[in-house]
C-alpha cells in the first residue's frame, strides 16, 4: 500500500501542543554511547524514524536497547563489529556520526560513504580531514571510509563550521590521547548537549557554546550518567510558524525558549506578537503579516531547517519577502510545489523572493525532503479544499505524532492508504 497526508483546509487553529525532543540532539548521544564502559537511559528521546535507524544500526554493530515511551535503555558494551552498512547509512546521512566514536573506540571501522542527498552534495571531507590529522589513515574503498590507526589530541581548524562533523571529532576526541582543539567549531544547542554530556561522562572540555573547543581525552571508555534529551528547536519553530500562517493563537509547551531566539525575531518582524514564558511560547494573530528578509545561517543565526516553513507563511506575507539559503545548494526544492499551489515564488541562485498574498489552492505535491515536507503540510492548512502531500516518509524522518499533533490544534489532517498505482 502506498500513503500519503490528506489535509483539508483549517484556517484557524487553537490549542497547545507538547514539542518533543530534539531529534538532532538524540542522534550524537545515541552515537556518543558508544564511547561509554556503562549502559545508560536517555530520556525524551523522539520516536522518529532516523532515531529508529541510527537504532538499527547500533544493533547491527552488535549493540543492544530497548525504546518504551521516549526512554531508551542502550548498552554498546556487546558491538563486536565495526561496519556501518550502506543498507542503514543510505537512508540517513546523520548515520556519519558513528565513525568517530567507532574509530575512536576500536581504531578500525568502515562506514559507509553517505553519498549525496537530495538538499544537496553535503559532503564528508571535513570529518575524514580532521580525523586524518587527529592520525587515522582513511582510504575510500568500495563506497565505504575505511578508517585505522590510534587517534591523537591535535589543533584542527574546519573551514565551514559543521554540526556533525564538530560532534564526530568531539566524540573521536573524548577518548584520544592528549588535547584537541577544534577552532570554528559549531555551537548549536545540539552540540552543546553533547559537549556537556561527555564532560558529565569525566572528559575535561573547555569552550562548551564558543566556537573554540578543547577537549582533553581520556584515552578509556567513559562514565556517561543519564541524559535528558532537549526539546526540539525546530519542531517548536515549525509549531509556531503553523500558527502563524493560520494567523491563530497557539501555545508550544516544553522548549527552551532562548534556542528559538532567531525564529522568534522574525515572527515578530512579521506581525506576529508572542507570549515567553519559562518553557512555552504563545503566537497571537497579527494585524496584518509583513514580509520578510531572512538569511540562513549557523546557530544562533536563523536555522536553515526553518526556511521552508517560514517561506510558506510569507506567501501570506503583504508584500515581496526574500529569503536566502546559505548553507546548502539545493534546498529549494519545496519552492515548485508552493508554487503548484498557487504561490508566486521566484528563484536567483541562492535567493528566493516570495510574493505574497497569495490565495492557496490544494493539490497534489511531493514532499522531497524533510523540511520542505514540513512547508507543505503548512501550506495545506489554508490551501482552499484538499492538499495531498505524497512521499511522507520524509516528514516521519524527524516530526514525532505530527498527525496527532496538528489534529489536537484542530487542523483536518489524515494519512491515507491506496494501493501503489
Ligand atoms: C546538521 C543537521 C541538519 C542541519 C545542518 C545545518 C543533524 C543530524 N543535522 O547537518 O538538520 O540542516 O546541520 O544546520 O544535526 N560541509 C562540507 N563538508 C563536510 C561537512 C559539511 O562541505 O565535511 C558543508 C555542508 O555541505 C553545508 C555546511 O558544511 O554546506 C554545513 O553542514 P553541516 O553543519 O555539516 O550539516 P550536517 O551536520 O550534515
Keep these: 500500500m502506498y500513503k500519503y497526508l490528506l489535509i483539508k483546509e483549517s484556517p484557524k487553529l487553537k490549542g497547545s501542543v507538547k514539542i518533543s525532543g530534539a531529534k538532532n540532539a538524540a542522534l550524537p548521544l545515541i552515537a556518543a554511547t558508544i564511547l561509554s564502559k556503562n549502559s545508560l537511559t536517555l530520556k525524551n528521546v523522539p520516536n522518529v524514524a532516523d ?10 554493530l552488535g549493540g543492544e536497547f530497548e525504546f518504551k515511551d521516549n526512554t531508551l535503555k542502550i548498552d554498546t558494551s556487546s558491538i563486536n563489529h565495526t561496519i556501518a552498512t550502506y543498507e542503514i547509512v543510505k537512508t540517513m546521512r546523520a548515520s556519519i556520526l558513528v565513525l568517530g566514536p567507532l574509530l575512536a573506540r576500536f581504531g578500525d571501522c568502515k562506514v559507509s560513504l553517505p553519498g549525496g542527498c537530495a538538499i544537496g552534495a553535503r559532503p564528508v ?11 587515522a589513515n582513511i582510504k ?6 575505511h578508517a585505522s590507526g590510534k587517534l ?15 560532534e564526530n571529532i568531539a566524540m573521536a576526541a573524548s577518548i584520544a590521547k592528549g588535547t584537541t582543539r577544534i577552532i570554528n567549531a559549531a555551537k548549536e544547542p545540539e552540540v552543546i548537549q553533547l559537549c556537556k554530556a561527555l564532560k558529565e561522562a569525566g572528559v575535561e572540555i573547555d569552550g562548551i557554546g564558543t566556537n573554540e573547543l578543547v577537549i582533553k581525552g581520556q584515552n578509556e571508555l567513559l562514565d556517561f550518567k543519564d541524559i535528558k534529551i532537549i526539546p526540539d528547536r525546530i519542531e517548536a519553530g515549525t509549531y509556531l ?50 514580509p520578510i528578509t531572512i538569511q540562513t545561517s549557523e546557530y544562533p543565526g536563523f536555522p536553515t531547517d526553518m526556511q521552508a516553513q517560514f517561506m510558506a507563511i510569507a506567501t501570506q506575507a503583504n508584500g515581496v ?35 505574497g498574498p497569495t490565495t492557496l489552492i490544494g ?11 514540513s512547508a507543505l503540510v503548512l501550506a495545506g492548512l489554508i490551501a482552499k479544499n484538499e492538499t495531498k502531500v505524497h512521499r511522507i516518509y520524509h516528514l516521519f524522518r524527524g516530526y514525532e505524532n505530527l498527525v496527532e499533533k496538528f489534529k489536537s490544534l484542530g487542523a483536518y489532517m489524515e494519512i491515507r492508504e491506496e494501493p501503489i498505482p
Excluded: W
Aim: hydrophobic share 45%.
Design 140 to 145: 575510500i574503498e568500495g563506497g565505504y571510509i
Design 125 to 135: 571531507d571535513l570529518h575524514l580531514k580532521a580525523l586524518t590529522q587527529m592520525g
Design 321 to 355: 519577502s526574500t529569503i536566502e539559503e546559505r548553507l546548502f545548494e539545493n534546498r529549494f526544492m519545496h519552492i515548485p510545489e508552493l508554487n503548484r499551489l498557487g504561490a508566486k515564488i521566484d528563484i536567483r541562485g541562492k535567493i528566493a523572493n516570495i510574493y
Design 363 to 373: 493539490a497534489d505535491v511531493m514532499a522531497t525532503d524533510l523540511r520542505a515536507s
Design 241 to 290: 510558524a503553523a500558527g502563524a500562517i493560520t494567523n491563530s493563537k497557539i501555545t508550544i509547551e516544553d522548549v527552551i525558549p532562548a534556542h528559538l531566539e532567531s525564529i522568534l525575531v522574525k515572527l515578530k518582524s512579521m506581525g506576529f506578537s508572542l507570549t515567553i514564558d519559562d518553557n512555552k511560547i504563545t503566537i497571537h494573530p497579527a494585524d496584518e503579516i509583513k
Design 51 to 60: 532515531v529508529n535507524t541510527l537504532l538499527k544500526l547500533i544493533k547491527n
Design 152 to 166: 591523537k589530541g591535535c589543533d584542527i581548524v574546519f573551514d565551514k563550521v559543521t554540526v556533525t562533523g564538530t
